[in-house]
């Protein structure tokens, strides 16, 4: 499995981008406005691809409804629509799943790095697991305590 290494943050601000330039950019003009190499965007046009905001088509990275969506709509709105695209990511719903089937709804982080080093095969499998607790906090789904260094189920709102 590929999961782009994009913070929400920078998807959203792609995002963002390709709207102001009416909902289709080229990427190699969008990296190259933002004086950026093009493989520089590509985890955050990835990560727009993945959660169903944007298409790539012939190298150009164009909104879909949902992206358009995501953009018009307010602050908590927003928060419900990436939750939902967030939840819907295997990687992540096979890891929601192995919290709750642990009886605590957590999991200590060297636990949850061995299961993430089996989806993604990286040798920098904390930057992923980084990225992926940046998408589940952001959509409210899995929150990291690093006190404890352990990964819990947030509570359902």
């Known amino acids: 499995?590929?999961?782009?290494?994009?913070?929400?943050?920078?998807?959203?601000?792609?995002?963002?981008?390709?709207?102001?330039?009416?909902?289709?950019?080229?990427?190699?003009?969008?990296?190259a406005d933002f004086d950026l190499e093009l493989d520089e965007?590509?985890?955050?046009?990835?990560?727009?691809?993945?959660?169903?905001?944007?298409?790539?088509?012939?190298?150009?990275?164009?909104?879909?409804?949902?992206?358009?969506?995501?953009?018009?709509?307010?602050?908590?709105?927003?928060?419900?629509?990436i939750r939902d695209k967030v939840a819907g990511v295997e990687l992540i719903k096979e890891l929601r799943k192995k919290l709750?089937?642990?009886?605590?709804?957590?999991?200590?982080?060297?636990?949850?790095?061995?299961?993430?080093?089996?989806s993604i095969s990286t040798t920098d499998i904390d930057s992923y697991f980084r990225i992926i607790i940046n998408w589940t906090r952001h959509a409210g789904l899995i929150g990291y305590n690093s006190d404890?260094?352990?990964i819990c189920l947030m509570a359902e709102k």
Not at 54 to 81: H, P
Not at 100 to 118: N, T
């Open 1 to 31: 499995m590929n999961f782009p290494k994009a913070t929400i943050s920078e998807i959203t601000g792609l995002l963002e981008a390709v709207n102001d330039s009416g909902g289709i950019e080229d990427a190699a003009r969008l990296a």
């Open 100 to 118: 709750l089937e642990s009886g605590e709804r957590r999991m200590k982080k060297e636990e949850a790095l061995k299961f993430i080093q089996k």
């Open 41 to 81: 965007i590509l985890p955050s046009i990835d990560g727009a691809e993945l959660l169903g905001f944007a298409v790539v088509k012939d190298g150009n990275i164009e909104l879909t409804k949902n992206g358009q969506e995501l953009l018009e709509a307010g602050i908590r709105e927003r928060k419900n629509i």
């Open 148 to 150: 404890a260094e352990e």
